[in-house]
């Protein structure tokens, strides 16, 4: 098992699929489905994994002692639960400072057997309460609401 270095793999991971947790989030990335997309790059190797905290989550003593029990999560983890050819990050959360290191754990090979939630950045239409030119701003995003109301001066 390899670890995530470069910026560039944890952003292409960050599109990825994602399962939450109260002590973090379990981000994935199956290298080989999106070689075959892509330039048929022959990325095959081994699980990559990598560990990300940032800094709304405390100081660095603190951040720094998160990280340290992800990764002693991952040693402790076996890696047939992993899926091969898989890029993984850990992005940890304030609750792994307080929260016990078995339930963390179990926690994990949750997350790991879990089907995860794909979420696509940045992809489609982008979704909001719909607006039409006469009428202004839609109630239920179905139907156009009542007209501004207008104050006339008397004749």
Same mark, same amino acid.
């Not at 599109?15 to 199956?30: E, H, I, K, M, T």
């Not at 100081?59 to 047939?80: G, M, T």
């Not at 940890?92 to 979420?119: E, Q, Y």
């Given at each position: 098992m390899d670890r995530l270095r470069q910026r560039a793999d944890f952003l292409?991971?960050?599109n990825g699929a994602r399962v939450n947790?109260?002590?973090f989030v379990l981000q994935s990335r199956d290298r080989q489905s999106l070689d !075959?997309?892509?330039l048929g790059r022959d990325d095959s190797g081994p699980i990559r994994i990598g560990f990300t905290v940032t800094k709304k989550n405390g100081n660095a003593p603190e951040r720094n002692r998160i990280r340290r !029990?992800?990764?002693?999560?991952?040693k402790r983890l076996d890696p047939v639960s992993m899926q091969p050819h898989h890029d993984y990050v850990l992005?940890? !959360?304030r609750d792994a400072l307080s929260r016990g290191f078995a339930t963390m754990l179990d926690d994990l090979r949750i997350?790991?057997?879990?089907p995860a939630r794909h979420?696509?950045?940045g992809r489609g239409p982008k979704v909001g309460p719909r607006t039409d030119s006469r009428t202004g701003p839609t109630t239920d995003g179905l139907k156009p609401g009542p007209a501004p109301a207008t104050s006339r001066k008397p004749d």
């Amino acid at each position: 098992m390899d670890r995530l270095r470069q910026r560039a793999d944890f952003l292409a991971v960050a599109n990825g699929a994602r399962v939450n947790s109260p002590a973090f989030v379990l981000q994935s990335r199956d290298r080989q489905s999106l070689d !075959r997309q892509n330039l048929g790059r022959d990325d095959s190797g081994p699980i990559r994994i990598g560990f990300t905290v940032t800094k709304k989550n405390g100081n660095a003593p603190e951040r720094n002692r998160i990280r340290r !029990r992800l990764r002693e999560l991952v040693k402790r983890l076996d890696p047939v639960s992993m899926q091969p050819h898989h890029d993984y990050v850990l992005v940890g !959360r304030r609750d792994a400072l307080s929260r016990g290191f078995a339930t963390m754990l179990d926690d994990l090979r949750i997350a790991f057997a879990k089907p995860a939630r794909h979420t696509h950045k940045g992809r489609g239409p982008k979704v909001g309460p719909r607006t039409d030119s006469r009428t202004g701003p839609t109630t239920d995003g179905l139907k156009p609401g009542p007209a501004p109301a207008t104050s006339r001066k008397p004749d």
